[in-house]
């Protein structure tokens, strides 16, 4: 699976326009929010615009290319639903490595070392923790988010040799 296979994934969860008060990414369209986007015109904003900015702020930022196909997909979603350095610290958490945020040998090597299945159910479980973190947030978000990951966990399992 490469880049155009995760964006699939996560436009299947992402796309319409929304300026919802209580959602702290503000205004946002594509998965693309304007607190982290500040100078693109979120309204405007087309599903090829959002692509190119999902393959420069999160895809190649994190260089996600050297990460199994399984694993790739789930970064970059966690990138995009919850920001990228903080995708990348939800491995380090899970795999036990210095956590900096950013993607480097050590990480790589120690998810080459643990069997896939494990390091998926670690990684996801970060992510479902943070859900959790988040209180107000999570009551109204919650069950959206958590059907995401789960759909998320059932495409990287196929993708698992």
């Not at 992402?14 to 946002?28: K, L, V």
């Not at 702020?57 to 050297?66: F, Q, T």
């Not at 970059?76 to 900096?100: H, I, W």
Request: hydrophobic share 40%.
């Amino acid at each position: 699976m490469g880049f155009d296979e995760a964006v699939r994934f996560t436009l299947s969860w992402e796309g319409a326009y929304s300026d919802d008060p209580t959602d702290p990414g503000g205004e946002t369209r594509f998965g693309i929010s304007k607190r982290f986007h500040p100078d693109v015109d979120i309204k405007a904003l087309t599903e090829e615009g959002a692509k190119a900015l999902y393959r420069v702020h999160y895809w190649d930022r994190l260089a996600l290319d050297r990460l199994p196909a399984w694993l790739s997909l789930a970064v970059f979603d966690t990138a995009v639903n919850c920001g990228p350095r903080r995708a990348v610290s939800f491995l380090q958490r899970a795999m036990k490595v210095y956590e900096d945020g950013l993607l480097g040998p050590d990480t790589l090597a120690k998810v080459g070392s643990v069997p896939p299945r494990e390091v998926l159910v670690e990684y996801l479980s970060r992510r479902a923790v943070h859900y959790a973190s988040l209180n107000d947030l999570a009551v109204r978000f919650a069950l959206g988010w958590y059907r995401r990951l789960l759909d998320l966990h059932q495409h990287c399992l196929r993708l698992i040799p």
